[in-house]
């Protein structure tokens, strides 16, 4: 699954930019997205026609979502065109990929030369693209994702209406979401790759015994958390989680 491999590299890369960059830049992230995926192409030995065809089509699929995603998190409309945007080029490229030439080329000599940890010589170049493909793929990129599916069933209002006075929102309370999502997802793709399942179920688990006394604690006699309902502070965490936890094992699904 080369294609998908370089695809979803690309849009990490773009997606990692918006998140941190300013504004000025960020806006230049599907070309940055673009020019991984056009340099990846070249380097990883996908020249033959119908790569470089699928490959340019691909970043349509990428400048789409590049445009989509921020729309939908701004406005709160267009949510189910961004993801089926992503999730739509990402199947295309899996159906698709018996046709995708081998991954090698420059990128493939350098593998076998390269003294790399957890990487031997023998190992094949698509898989080590496809898995670092996926881990960049789960930093910020799922992040955008749990945001889209938490704005889509009202568990986290739009970026324009946050901006308004009118209250804090359920996010507001617990923090640490952003870096905790990827750092965990990570983990337990990690756990997975070396056959650690049931250490990656406990990492789940653990989460929940966490963020439990969080809730409680805050938890006062009107059943409010800092004057936002519990229910949608529970929303909040139970959806952003089970969402986060999908992502992460058909990451790990795709590795197999």
């Known amino acids: 699954m080369s294609w998908l491999a370089v695809w979803l590299i690309g849009i990490g890369l773009a997606d990692l930019v918006r998140a941190g ?8 992230s599907p070309a940055v997205g673009a020019v991984a995926i056009g340099a990846l192409t070249v380097l990883v030995g996908l020249t033959a026609p119908v790569d470089l065809v699928v490959m340019g089509a ?16 701004a406005t709160g409309h267009g949510h189910g065109r961004a993801l089926a945007v992503l999730a739509g080029g990402a199947v295309l490229l899996v159906a698709l990929s018996g046709w995708a030439s081998p991954a090698g080329g420059a990128f493939g000599q350098w593998l076998a030369w390269a003294d790399l940890p957890l990487v031997d010589a023998a190992s094949d170049p698509g898989v080590v693209l496809l ?38 929102q359920a996010s507001d309370q617990l923090r640490g979401g952003r870096l905790l ?7 337990i793709i990690g756990l997975g790759l070396a056959g650690q399942l049931t250490a990656a179920g406990l990492v789940i688990a653990a989460k929940g015994l966490i963020r439990f006394p969080e809730l409680q604690a805050k938890r006062d006699e009107s059943s409010t958390v800092d004057a936002v309902g519990i229910d949608e502070v529970t929303e909040y965490f139970l959806v952003g989680s089970f969402v986060s936890w999908l992502i992460a094992l058909v990451s790990l699904a795709l590795t197999r």
């Open 21 to 28: 960059a300013p504004h000025s830049v960020a806006r230049w």
């Open 58 to 73: 691909s970043l349509v699929a990428l400048t789409a979502w590049g445009v989509l995603s921020p729309q939908a998190l």
């Open 131 to 168: 898995v670092s493909g996926l881990l960049l793929a789960n930093l910020a990129t799922a992040n955008v994702v749990v945001r889209l599916v938490l704005v889509s069933v009202g568990a986290l209002r739009p970026v324009q209406q946050a901006e308004l006075p009118t209250g804090p």
């Open 181 to 187: 999502g990827p750092m965990e997802r990570v983990l």
